[in-house]
């Protein structure tokens, strides 16, 4: 039996917050030194590594994507929830009704971008709303893009399955509307499926594409950051945003430098990129 303590120097300690910070922007200080030794530990049993320079090993090798994951995985939280944080979706429908109901007429394409969507109940969320707000004749030219750095999430937001407890009170009438039960499953339903597409992407490397969106939920990722990461992440997320597009972020975050990045708050934790 590994004693956690004994296990892990300052120095491990140090090495695991630098990969964890260039793999995925996560932040790690002291105050997390207990998480990451409990997670660090368990890892090292399920690998059956035998000390912590024998798991470095086996990060710098061929299967040090997975491990990296793994750990990534497990030193966030994936909560999430339908609707969560209800006002945001009101403001996505008003916005899809009234702000680019002329684009949508003209049969332009219009990007939502759920940009830690974990297990896809945010990009699903999104996907109802869209259905309700444009006209089923237009509904084909809306996409909703799920991402996350965590494949296991993403997986399962492909699969699409969840379970009945997870429908939120008094949303029964929508859920029964776009999906299909199976004894305590549901499942969504063709068209809205069709409109969701779910990728494994950190928010802080890359972006494979040029697109720019109508709307952005970035909720409750930003916590892990440090602030030159979150300031930076604000920035390119504002320049991928329409004009009259939106950003919706979490109830604990908060974007200071709104007007420089040509934002204007519009209701709660909510911005409209205006410039
Ligand atoms: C608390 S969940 C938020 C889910 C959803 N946005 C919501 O508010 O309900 C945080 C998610 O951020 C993801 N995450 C953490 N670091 C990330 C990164 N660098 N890039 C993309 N996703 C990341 C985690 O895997 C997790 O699924």
Redesign the pocket.
């Known amino acids: 039996m590994i004693n956690n303590h004994k296990l892990l120097s300052k120095k491990d300690l140090l090495t695991i917050a630098k990969i964890a910070k260039k793999i995925?922007?996560?932040h790690l200080d002291q105050s997390k030194k207990y998480t990451i030794q409990s997670v660090i530990s368990r890892r090292i049993r399920e690998v059956n590594a035998e000390n912590i320079n024998d798991y470095f090993k086996l990060m710098e090798s061929m299967e040090g994507e997975y491990e990296k994951d793994k750990i990534?995985?497990a030193l966030?939280?994936?909560?999430?929830?339908f609707f969560?944080e209800k006002h945001h979706f009101d403001y996505l429908h008003k916005l899809l009704c009234c702000d680019f109901h002329a684009e949508i007429m003209r049969e332009e394409r219009i990007r939502i971008w759920?940009?830690?969507?974990?297990s896809g109940?945010?990009a699903y969320s999104a996907a109802m709303t869209a259905a309700e707000a444009v006209n089923y004749s237009h509904i084909k030219k809306i996409k909703i893009l799920g991402?996350?750095?965590?494949p296991e999430?993403i997986r399962r937001a492909q699969d699409g399955i969840y379970f009945k407890n997870n429908i939120p009170k008094n949303f029964s009438e929508k859920f029964n509307k776009f999906c299909d039960f199976s004894g305590e499953e549901f499942y969504f339903s063709r068209n809205i499926k069709d409109l969701v597409l779910f990728k494994k992407?950190?928010?802080?490397g890359e972006w494979p594409f040029q697109a720019k969106f109508h709307a952005i939920?970035c909720?409750?990722?930003t916590i892990?950051f440090d602030k030159k990461t979150t300031d930076l992440l604000w920035r390119r997320l504002s320049s991928r945003l329409h004009v009259k597009g939106e950003i919706y972020i979490?109830h604990s975050e908060r974007i200071t430098n709104f007007e420089e990045l040509g934002l204007r708050p519009i209701g709660i934790n909510a911005y409209k990129k205006v410039v």
């Open positions: 995925s922007g996560i990534i995985s966030t939280t994936n909560v999430t929830s969560r759920s940009s830690a969507c974990s109940e945010e991402t996350d750095i965590d999430m992407l950190n928010i802080i939920f909720r409750n990722v892990y979490g």
